[in-house]
């Protein structure tokens, strides 16, 4: 638009020279003063200086957006981010996770807790039913009674596939108080096996 106004308006001017004072000389004339106010505003589209319908002001207006200063801030009229206010009390505690844990390699009747992956437990012994029976003695201030452990195989120390269970007698022969039963059992046939390494984790 803006290339082809020059022109528009050469061709205007010629005609007003050429046709003078006859009517449409004078249709002419009013032409060229009306084609300028047009062109103003056809050069800057009516919405260009907004941004999704917001325009934009230096100072903090309804409706209208507020541009940062030199400073990189807004201007005092849009208001500051007051001081941090002071640090609140702490939250309670969160669920804490397992209190103890342990692995045990059967090692061929002798059982032995390993120690890299053992926390809160100090023995483990035989228990009553022989092979395959486990007696865990925790470490002091574990409670390894009110609770519900959870034992799993362990494949590495295990020579044969089976299973892994806590239990929690309240009749019959039992390892002493204080101390975690585990029993470990092969699938086919069903019986105690000594040949099995599995993990306890008491929360």
Known sequence: MQQRLPVVLSVTALAVALLGTTP????????TRVIPAFAKKAGYASNAGAVDGFRASKTARAGYLVPLGADG???????QVGPAGP??????????????????DPNGGSPRL????????SAVDVGP??????????????????????????????????????RYPTTGPSCPAGQLEVKTFT???????NQIG???DVP
């Open 24 to 31: 449409l000389g004078r249709a002419a004339h009013e032409l």
């Open 73 to 79: 801030k807004f201007p005092v009229s849009v208001g």
């Open 87 to 104: 640090v609140g009390p702490p939250g309670p505690a969160g669920v804490s996770g397992a209190e103890a844990w342990a692995l045990v």
């Open 114 to 121: 390993v120690n890299a992956n053992t926390h809160g437990f």
């Open 129 to 166: 039913f022989g092979s395959g029976d486990y007696c865990l003695t925790p470490s002091p201030g574990v409670n390894v009674e009110a609770t519900a452990a959870v034992a799993s195989v362990e494949a590495f120390y295990s020579n044969v596939f089976g299973i892994a269970t806590v």
């Open 187 to 193: 699938d086919n046939p069903i019986q105690l096996s």
């Open 198 to 200: 599995f993990t306890v």
